[in-house]
């Protein structure tokens, strides 16, 4: 899944992967339900992160 991205990703990619704006995926990592990092003001965001987000979430809402 998300092959075509780096093992860490950036704000821009985690939109690409899951199709959502800005909005949305600042708020994913400030409700700490992708769990990413800060290198200054820079999110980086671990690939298996956002794969385990889908995951978990389409077990939740099956």
Do not use: H
């Not at 093992?7 to 994913?28: E, F, H, R, V, W």
């Not at 992708?34 to 298996?48: D, N, S, T």
């Amino acid at each position: 899944m998300f092959n075509e991205f780096e093992d860490l990703i950036t704000i821009d990619d985690l939109c690409d992967m899951l199709n959502i704006g800005k909005n949305s995926a600042y708020n994913l990592l400030k409700d700490k339900k992708i769990k990413a990092f800060r290198i200054g003001r820079v999110w980086k965001i671990p690939k298996k992160s956002v794969e385990e987000y889908v995951q978990r979430e389409s077990i939740d809402n099956s």
